[in-house]
């Protein structure tokens, strides 16, 4: 019912710049908060920014200053813009997105991810 396709991943050097995007489709309603969050071998799932339907933004430590997220509404799309990039940033990065369905439901949707390599 709700499909979550992010992209915009890839190999890049440390100090260098990529920017994610994530497009939500499928039988919604109305899209609330929507957030990246990555994933490390072997560590555990971590949230890196969120931003909510009235554009309040929130980040973890390790992003302020260097990370931008943002939404186009009418296009069903969350961006996180990634600067200065570091080995450690290095993951799988996913969108998770508040959704209400046309039916009703209300969930948290997850997409597949997105790997970001930072390495020279």
């Known amino acids: 019912q709700v499909q979550l396709v992010e992209s915009g991943g890839g190999l890049v050097q440390p100090g260098g710049s990529l920017s994610l995007s994530c497009v939500a489709s499928g039988s919604i309603f109305r899209i609330y908060t929507m957030g990246w969050y990555r994933q490390a071998p072997g560590k555990q799932r971590e949230l890196v920014a969120t931003i909510t339907n009235d554009n309040y933004t929130n980040y973890a430590d390790s992003a302020k200053g260097r990370f931008t997220i943002s939404r186009d509404n009418a296009k069903g799309t969350v961006y996180l813009q990634m600067n200065s990039l570091k080995p450690e940033d290095t993951a799988v990065y996913l969108c998770?997105?508040?959704?209400?369905?046309?039916?009703?439901?209300?969930?948290?949707?997850w997409g597949r991810g997105t790997q970001v390599t930072v390495s020279s």
């Open positions: 998770n997105v508040d959704i209400q369905i046309i039916a009703g439901r209300r969930f948290h949707s």
